[in-house]
C-alpha cells in the first residue's frame, strides 16, 4: 500500500514541478539557516572557551589598589600595596595550589639590530603553572634563578619570531630596556587574550631580576598583582573570602573598609562569557527557526491549493472505494515528502555553507550534529503538521459533491 502511495505521490509532484520546488525552498532556506547559524554560534562559543583556557584554569587574579591624586584615581595595580609576602601567605591557605606575585612592565627589547616593544613579567617559577602555560623550547627558569637575581628570560612565541625569525633563540642573549638577559625557552602558543592582546607577545623573567633591573625603585619592594591557582573550582567560593579576610587583616584594613586590593575570579568570569556565547547561539538558531515556520505555512498554502485542483481526483477515488484514512494519508505523504525532501537539501546547503565560512574566515566551524538532526527532524514534523489541515480536508469531502465539482 505504502509504495502505490509513494508512487502517486512523485507523480503529484513532478506534474507541478516549479510549484513543488518553490514550496521546497522554504524547508531548504529554514533547515539551511539553522544549521548554519548555530554552526557559527557554536565557533563563536568554542572561540571564548578557548581564549578563557589560555588564561589557566581555578585563577585568581589579585591586584593591587588604585591611587588617587588631586581626585584623579588610576586603575587597579596604581598603587603599591602588594608583595611577595602575601602571596607567601596566601600560598599556606587551604585549597590553593600555586601563588605567583607579578610584576610587569612594557620594555623595548633589542636584538642585533633588531628591536621591538613587549610586555614583560617578572614573577616566580610557579607563574607557567598558574597560567597553565608550557615550554615549547629550552627549559623554565627555576627558584634558584629567582633567589639568585639571574638575568635570564623566558619569550613567547610570537616574540621569538619577530626577533629571531626562523633561528633557534635559545642560548642568545637580548637587550631589555638596558640590561641583557639570556634566553633559556620559548614558551608554548596561547593566542588572544580576552581583551585581544596577543599573549604570545610576551617576555617572563624572575621576579627579582626584573625588581632590580626593569622596573624602577616605586616596585623593588612590592608586585603589582598576585596569580592564585585554586585545587578546584570547588574551593574558588571559600577561597576567595579567606583570601579576602587574610589580606585585609595583613594590610589592617577593617571588615567595612575599602581594600586596597582587587580579586577578580577568572572562573566566574569564564561562565559569564560561556553563557553569554551559549545565549548568542540559541538566538540565532532561534532568529533561523523562523524561516521553518515560513516553509511551514508555504506547504500549508500550497497543499489546499492541490487539494482543490485534484477535487474531481478525490470524488472518483472515494467512488471507487479509498476511504477516509487512505486520502488523508495520501496527502499528508506528499507534504511530508516535500518537506524532507527540501530539509535533505537544507542540510547540504547549510552544512556546506559553514565549511565555506570557515574557508573564508580562516577559523574551524565545528558542526553541531544535534542541531543538524533537530532541524531536519522539525523539518519533517512541520510537513507532517502544515500537511494535517489540507489532507483532513481532503479525506472529508463529500465524493458526489467532489465529482459535480468542475
Known sequence: MLIPMLYEALVAMAANRMRTFLTMLGMMIGVASVVLMVAIGQSARDAVQKTIDSMGSH??????????????????????????????????????????????????LVYGSINWNSDVFGSSADYLIARDWTIAQGNAFDESDVRQSRRVALIGSSTAETLF????????????????FEIVGVLGSKGQSLDGRDQDDTVIVPLSAAQRYLVGNRWRSSVRMILVQATSNEVMPQLEYDMDALLRQRHKIPVEGDADF??????????TAAKTAQTMSLLLGAIASISLLVGGIGIMNIMLVSVTERTREIGIRMAIGARQRDVLSQFLLESLMISVTGGAIGLCVGIGGAMLVGSIWSVTIGISWSAVVLAFSISAFTGVFFG???????????????????
Open 59 to 108: 585563577l585568581f587574579i589579585v591586584l593591587a589598589g588604585s591611587a588617587n591624586s588631586g581626585g584623579v584615581r588610576s586603575g587597579s595595580g596604581g598603587l603599591n600595596t602588594l608583595t611577595a609576602d602575601d602571596a607567601k601567605a596566601i600560598s599556606e591557605l587551604q585549597g590553593v595550589n600555586v601563588t605567583a606575585p607579578v610584576v610587569q612592565a612594557r620594555q623595548q
Open 165 to 180: 625569525g626562523n633561528d633557534n633563540p635559545i642560548g642568545q642573549t637580548i637587550r631589555i630596556g638596558r640590561t641583557p
Open 262 to 271: 582587587s580579586l577578580n575570579n577568572l572562573a566566574a568570569i569564564a561562565e
Open 388 to 406: 494535517f489541515y489540507p489532507a483532513l480536508k481532503a479525506s472529508r469531502l463529500d465524493p458526489i459533491e467532489a465529482l459535480r465539482y468542475h
